[in-house]
């Protein structure tokens, strides 16, 4: 007679055939222990925070089924486990994910469980915009933390906003958050905020191309931003100061392309933010700051929508 396995044994297990295959991790988990207890406790319909006990315990044949089926859509799809589960975790809550949005993972989530302390005065956040929301996970995360706050999702990609809104649904925040479908500032008019934050694309297009397949999975929408990672960036830091009211504060994600960025703009005095958990490539610039290089980041705009222009002249003769 076959002997069943408890469930530890089963996340174990799991983990050696997620390694073993030769999967990549990084979305939301950085290896194959706890990828696998995100897929097992998901297929047996068990809070992360399962107790010693409940681990000991022994599932059903059907609860096992369960369980294998998922690890091996795990291996065959190399979907990341929050595409596959429908939901992901950021800075201590829940939210719906797919394959219309990028699986919430910044080092930004830390900023916001302490409340953008000490370089944001809580009192005096009253509008807060998430540009390039995705799934809203970095706006609606925020308005939790400022419960006084209004808060735009802004978003290019419709998709996108559809799964920002049920986001916003699900969190109950339908009164104080809104999703804006906008090119960046786009149609966002006269609107100034207090704090924006922004995790845009920021991988090089090269790059792109050599990511994992796991990443592949993801929309190139909410990667690709040309070829050094910053296109999205500069034409953002060129158009923020007329968003931001007096005193407000621009935080942004820029990842591996923290360098690229240094080396373009050397002069420009970012505040580059330490994070306990992991994590880098998050700066953080003062409305002030933004107005004093103005003109900096507009010329640097301006040269590149020139070469875009010159590119797409050519591609056409």
């Known amino acids: 007679m076959e002997t069943r396995q408890t469930i530890r044994q089963l996340i174990h297990d799991g983990a050696a055939r997620l390694e073993s295959a030769g999967l990549v991790f990084g979305h939301g988990t950085d290896n194959a222990l706890d990828e696998s207890a995100t897929l097992v406790l998901h297929a047996l319909e068990l809070p992360f925070d399962v107790t010693d006990e409940q681990l000991d315990t022994v599932p059903s ?24 589960t429908g939901e992901a975790w950021f800075a201590g809550l829940p939210f719906y994910v797919d394959e219309r949005v990028l699986v919430p993972r910044s080092p930004i989530a830390e900023l916001i469980e302490e409340g953008f302390s000490p370089w944001v005065d809580q009192g005096a956040i009253a509008h807060i915009l998430d540009l390039c929301t995705g799934s809203g996970c970095i706006g609606i995360a925020s308005a939790l933390a400022f419960p006084d706050a209004r808060v735009d999702l802004a978003d290019l990609s419709t998709d996108a906003l559809e799964v920002a809104r049920r986001n916003i649904r699900r969190h109950a925040l339908d009164s104080r958050v809104r999703a804006i479908e906008s090119d960046l500032f786009g149609n966002l008019g006269d609107n100034r905020y207090d704090l924006i934050v922004s995790n845009p694309p920021y991988v090089a297009d090269e790059e792109v191309r050599r990511l994992p397949e796991e990443y592949r999975h993801e929309p190139a929408l909410g990667l690709s931003a040309g070829d050094d990672g910053l296109d999205l960036v500069i034409r953002l830091l060129s158009a923020a100061p007329a968003h931001l009211g007096p005193g407000g504060m621009l935080v942004v994600e820029v990842g591996y392309s923290q360098p690229a960025l240094e080396s373009a703009f050397p002069e420009i005095p970012f505040l580059w933010l330490e994070f306990a958990y992991g994590g880098e490539g998050v700066f953080l610039l003062e409305r002030e700051q933004l107005v004093e290089y103005h003109f900096v980041f507009e010329q640097a705009a301006r040269q590149r929508r020139q070469v875009s222009i010159d590119s797409e002249v050519r591609t056409d003769e």
């Open 61 to 84: 044949v059907r609860q096992a089924g369960r369980v294998d089926t998922l690890l091996e859509q795990r291996i065959s799809s190399r979907k990341p486990a929050a595409y596959l």
